[in-house]
């Protein structure tokens, strides 16, 4: 449940916490807010009013219930407010628009061959102005432009201040470029960077089947491995900003002669772009996720192979996560056809009972993420809304969100 709070911070938590109420459950009377709040029915009404007068909350319709007049159902207004992510890697960029209730208004995607920094900037910049342009969006609703980036990003770095937060392992060549910076003064807009991975946790608990629930750990699949973890509610970014990030897990597989394998950790063994380019090579289309639905329902034998070696490496990985932090869900998403996801679930559910201890009596369900290959993108447009009206704390202590208590940098 959420509840409100008499902190110095007040005012806006309880704003937010009225408006996740909404957002989760409504429509819903004052005095249905009132109970699951455990706010004064005068305080929910008082709330409401700004949050009406704001334009973020509507009148649906009156229910009547017992004497008395009937009692007014409020809901989201899901045209206050839009947000862009851009899901960006080696290989592709994704884009989609989101309204305040998650519906995503507009999506593009295309295939890259890793561009060079500056390419990656104009793209990124021309892909926000042509959303924008197409979908006949005032900027002033326009809350601002999520990005997400392989991770794990640089952990000396502040992602939301630094010009520096790129890691150049997972982008070569492209160390010390001002990606935030160059894409604020390009779109006159609010950006947020965030580990692209990190960013599909969040999608998917704001959007996806993790809404509900408390805490959950999404392995996201992209041109690598990634993770996100969220912990009663929140995303759980850890010391560095990089928490989750089992793509660099040493890894633990020894070749025929005894050897190191050829990947030292375990993202290597989910490197896309090089299963995609080893298929080609070999004669396969295998160009776009689809292809890989495709080849994979043919029995393709490079893929098969990848996926048997990757998802042998992950099962006692995804013991750990289950022991470790004792998660209600585990959730597999990513840029991975469904039908991929899907194999991979059965095969790591009969894997784990070796294991795992008898002792334990409860375990985290094992399922697939519902946002699909857009998740990423999904999760990083979630951000500039999640930053702006999620009852979190932490958000409401950080300087640089003050303008979080007027709802938007437009209101």
Same mark, same amino acid.
């Given at each position: 449940? $959420?509840?409100?709070?008499?902190?110095?911070?007040?005012?806006?938590? @309880?704003?937010?916490?009225?408006?996740?109420?909404?957002?989760?459950?409504?429509?819903?009377?004052?005095?249905?807010?009132? =109970?699951?709040?455990?706010?004064?029915?005068?305080? #929910?009404?008082?709330?409401?009013?700004?949050?009406?007068?704001?334009?973020?909350?509507?009148?649906?319709?009156?229910?009547?219930?017992?004497?008395?007049?009937?009692? #007014?159902?409020?809901?989201?207004?899901?045209?206050?407010?839009?947000?862009?992510?851009?899901?960006?890697?080696?290989?592709?960029?994704?884009?989609?628009?989101?309204?305040?209730?998650?519906?995503?208004?507009?999506?593009?995607?295309?295939?890259?061959?890793?561009?060079?920094?500056?390419?990656?900037?104009?793209?990124?910049?021309?892909?926000?102005?042509?959303?924008?342009?197409?979908?006949?969006?005032?900027?002033?609703?326009?809350?601002? #432009?999520?990005?997400?980036?392989?991770?794990?990003?640089?952990?000396?770095?502040?992602?939301?201040?630094?010009?520096?937060?790129?890691?150049?392992?997972? $982008?070569?060549?492209?160390?010390?470029?001002? +990606?935030?910076?160059?894409? =604020?003064?390009?779109?006159?807009?609010?950006?947020?960077?965030?580990?692209?991975?990190?960013?599909?946790?969040?999608?998917?608990?704001?959007?996806?089947?993790?809404?509900?629930?408390?805490?959950?750990?999404?392995?996201?699949?992209?041109?690598?491995?990634?993770?996100?973890?969220?912990?009663?509610?929140?995303?759980?970014?850890?010391?560095?900003?990089?928490?989750?990030?089992?793509?660099?897990?040493?890894?633990?597989?020894?070749?025929? @002669?005894?050897?190191?394998?050829?990947?030292?950790?375990?993202?290597?063994?989910?490197?896309?772009?090089?299963?995609?380019?080893?298929?080609?090579?070999?004669?396969?289309?295998?160009?776009?996720?689809?292809?890989?639905?495709?080849?994979?329902?043919?029995?393709?034998?490079?893929?098969?192979?990848?996926?048997?070696?990757?998802?042998?490496?992950? #099962?006692?990985?995804?013991?750990?996560?289950?022991?470790?932090?004792?998660?209600? +869900?585990?959730? $597999?998403?990513?840029?991975?056809?469904?039908?991929?996801?899907?194999?991979?679930?059965?095969?790591?559910?009969?894997?784990?009972?070796?294991?795992?201890?008898?002792?334990?009596?409860?375990?985290?369900?094992?399922?697939?993420?519902?946002?699909?290959?857009?998740?990423?993108?999904?999760?990083?447009?979630?951000?500039?809304?999640?930053?702006? $009206?999620?009852?979190?704390?932490?958000?409401?202590?950080?300087?640089?969100?003050?303008?979080?208590?007027?709802?938007?940098?437009?209101?």
């Amino acid at each position: 449940m $959420l509840f409100g709070t008499n902190l110095q911070y007040a005012n806006s938590y @309880n704003n937010r916490i009225v408006l996740e109420i909404i957002r989760l459950h409504g429509p819903l009377s004052r005095m249905d807010i009132s =109970r699951q709040t455990h706010l004064t029915v005068q305080t #929910v009404t008082n709330i409401t009013k700004k949050l009406a007068k704001s334009g973020l909350i509507l009148e649906h319709s009156r229910q009547i219930s017992g004497r008395g007049a009937p009692a #007014v159902q409020l809901k989201i207004n899901e045209e206050a407010a839009y947000s862009i992510g851009i899901d960006f890697d080696k290989d592709h960029l994704t884009a989609v628009m989101l309204n305040m209730n998650g519906k995503i208004c507009h999506e593009m995607s295309m295939d890259l061959d890793f561009p060079s920094p500056q390419e990656a900037i104009e793209l990124m910049s021309n892909t926000v102005s042509e959303i924008i342009q197409k979908q006949k969006i005032s900027r002033k609703k326009l809350w601002g #432009v999520g990005v997400g980036l392989p991770g794990p990003l640089d952990p000396t770095k502040d992602k939301q201040e630094s010009d520096e937060g790129i890691n150049p392992n997972a $982008l070569p060549g492209w160390d010390h470029t001002p +990606v935030l910076k160059q894409l =604020r003064e390009r779109l006159e807009l609010p950006v947020i960077i965030e580990n692209n991975a990190s960013a599909a946790a969040i999608g998917e608990h704001w959007y996806g089947k993790g809404k509900h629930i408390n805490s959950f750990f999404f392995l996201y699949f992209g041109a690598g491995l990634g993770g996100g973890l969220v912990i009663r509610g929140q995303l759980y970014s850890g010391h560095t900003g990089n928490a989750g990030e089992l793509g660099y897990f040493p890894s633990s597989l020894r070749s025929d @002669n005894g050897n190191r394998h050829e990947h030292d950790h375990l993202g290597g063994y989910f490197n896309m772009p090089l299963l995609k380019q080893k298929m080609i090579d070999a004669g396969y289309p295998a160009h776009s996720q689809q292809d890989l639905a495709s080849r994979f329902e043919e029995g393709n034998p490079i893929l098969m192979k990848w996926l048997e070696t990757g998802t042998s490496q992950l #099962v006692p990985l995804i013991a750990a996560v289950e022991y470790l932090l004792d998660p209600e +869900v585990i959730f $597999l998403g990513g840029r991975l056809p469904e039908n991929i996801l899907a194999w991979m679930r059965l095969n790591i559910l009969e894997a784990l009972p070796p294991h795992r201890i008898p002792r334990k009596s409860s375990r985290p369900e094992l399922e697939i993420a519902s946002s699909g290959i857009d998740a990423a993108a999904l999760g990083v447009a979630t951000l500039p809304l999640y930053t702006i $009206l999620a009852p979190v704390p932490e958000l409401l202590m950080k300087q640089e969100l003050r303008h979080a208590d007027h709802f938007g940098p437009n209101q």
